[in-house]
């Protein structure tokens, strides 16, 4: 009896006994109805202050079959650059890649774009130690990503996973540039904990960093 129950025990599959493998992972962006959770962004030369802020809330309004559907609400912050005009909310179908196809890159909600980027998820299972593509472009069609980023770690005790992603960022209508983003995420749901990096364009190398800051 003893034999058999052993062998039943050995079929069973690790999340049927409570477990699971931090290193091989379904990579896509899971949602909650009603979830909250704010974020900010801060972009400036290397080595200098930040020349653009921002932060944003986003609010899990209904759950659909390609995602869910997320209310965003934008804080801007004062720089160097002074402070913007308000950024009225936006509304959009949020996918399983994280990716808000609403927003765009020139009515003040790219915000959104840019902190939703640092937390793409390409939809697709994955190991750490292998390198994962992804693409996007919005509705309107003005930006388009397209790269790749490796699965550099996981921890097993603080349930994250850490991703190395170079993504070139290509806008409809001026010159583009290349982020590369040490990203790390939740292994609960795949939401963005904190990501850094740079955005290099046209020569010039600025410091990003995106932090989740909570509900």
Same mark, same amino acid.
């Given at each position: ?19 699971? /493998?931090?290193?091989?992972? %379904? $990579? ?44 965003? /609400? ?41 902190? %939703? ?7 697709? /299972? ?8 992804? =693409? ?52 609960? /749901? $795949? ?20 932090? =989740?800051?909570?509900?």
């Amino acid at each position: 009896m003893r034999a058999q129950a052993l062998l039943i025990l050995a079929a069973l599959p690790f999340a049927a006994l409570g477990r699971f /493998d931090p290193t091989s992972v %379904c $990579f896509k962006r899971t949602f909650k109805q009603g979830a909250k959770d704010t974020y900010t962004y801060a972009m400036g030369p290397q080595g200098g202050p930040a020349i653009a802020a921002g932060k944003y809330t986003e609010t899990i309004t209904s759950l659909t079959s390609e995602g869910a559907v997320a209310r965003f /609400d934008f804080t801007t912050v004062g720089t160097g650059l002074g402070t913007t005009e308000p950024i009225p909310p936006l509304t959009s179908k949020v996918g399983f890649d994280n990716m808000p196809s609403g927003a765009s890159i020139k009515n003040g909600t790219e915000f959104a774009v840019f902190g %939703c980027l640092a937390g793409i998820a390409p939809n697709k /299972d994955a190991k750490v130690g292998e390198s994962v593509t992804v =693409h996007w472009q919005n509705e309107s069609k003005d930006v388009t990503f397209d790269g790749s980023g490796k699965l550099a770690s996981s921890d097993a005790s603080a349930k994250t996973l850490t991703v190395e992603w170079v993504i070139q960022m290509t806008p409809s209508y001026t010159t583009g540039g290349e982020y590369k983003l040490t990203s790390t995420y939740s292994l609960a /749901d $795949f939401s963005l904990i904190k990501s850094v990096g740079t955005y290099t364009i046209a020569g010039q190398v600025m410091d990003v960093k995106f932090t =989740h800051e909570g509900p």
